[in-house]
């Protein structure tokens, strides 16, 4: 597992099991801060699910009675969770693999990782943010 992710799961104090039968790739239990993932699932699958169910745990962990109780709200918690989980991984990717920021492309970053095309400007704000922290380049 990706250091960063270690880092994460010790700082939220979040549990995590793997199950072999599973309704979905993962679930956060906010009640015992637990996420509990699938356990067939391939490595990709496994850091987007685990990142994924970070975010609810980092964002909605004492507010998640929230998360059934109206659509909207539902809606919102989980692009959150996709958010950070994207966050996430960008960062991972730009300090844990040897690249070129003035090759970098989001949407490569996306289709390589089977991420939806829609979250192209999450990518590109967390790669800024980055480059913006070393003193690099930006997007425009």
Known sequence: MYHKIEQ????????????PELDAHGHY?????????????????????????LGHAAKHKNN??????????HSKMEREAEEFMI???????LHETDFNFDSFSAINFLENHDLDLKFEPIVKESASYYFDLK????FS
């Open 87 to 93: 966050e996430q991984m960008v960062e991972i990717y």
């Open 29 to 53: 239990i906010a009640a015992i801060n637990t996420i509990v993932l699938h356990a067939r699932l391939n490595e990709r699958e496994r850091t987007k699910a685990l990142l994924h169910e």
């Open 135 to 138: 003193g690099k380049h930006t």
């Open 64 to 73: 998640y009675e929230l998360y059934n109780l109206a659509f909207s709200l």
């Open 8 to 19: 994460i799961l010790e700082k939220l104090g979040v549990t995590v099991l793997e199950v």
